[in-house]
């Protein structure tokens, strides 16, 4: 009965440790995010139309809006489709970046569908290997991050966000 006793404690203490082991990787591994999206990574891809956008052509320049979207994400489709009201509003100082995680034919039909390759200063860039979401973090869509023009991370949302909460942190 004792040595029941002692396997049990044992047992407990163990589970215990590896839960306490587990959390603590999962604070170190978000901190590590957080400081690694503290200011614009250094990217570069290709937008819709063939140019190469990256960090040195936005940072020092405008505000950077970075909307990381699916094009079978309902509110990030409710995110395009606004776009549009608030535009006059931001692009002054602000460039806009999408960043869609799917194949190319299915990002250019929703930059299509919601007239994104028409708005000022809007790029829509095709990430479907993951990599510029990857060094910002992204762990889902929509997600928007906001750089000051020096590149350093000003506000950051997850999930549905509405124009009028983004426009309090645009120039």
Known sequence: ?????????????????????QISE?????????????????????????????????????QSVFIFFDPDCSICAYEAENAHRYVKQYTKNTS??????????????FARKYHLDTLVKHFVLIDSSGQ??????????????????KGDLIKQFHGETT?????KYLD
Do not use: C
């Open 96 to 109: 806009i970046v999408w960043v869609g995680s799917e194949r190319r034919r299915k990002v250019e039909k």
């Open 163 to 167: 124009w009028e909460g983004m426009l």
């Open 26 to 62: 999962k604070a170190g591994q978000k901190a590590q995010r957080a400081k690694e999206r503290a200011q614009l990574p250094d990217f570069t891809l290709s937008t819709l139309g063939g140019e190469n956008l990256n960090t040195n052509s936005i940072a020092g320049k405008d």
């Open 132 to 149: 510029l979401a990857k060094k910002f973090g992204v762990r889902g869509v929509p997600e928007i991050l906001i750089y000051n023009h």
């Open 1 to 21: 009965m004792k040595a029941r006793q002692i396997f049990t404690i044992l047992l407990l203490l163990s589970i215990i440790g590896l839960l306490s082991w």
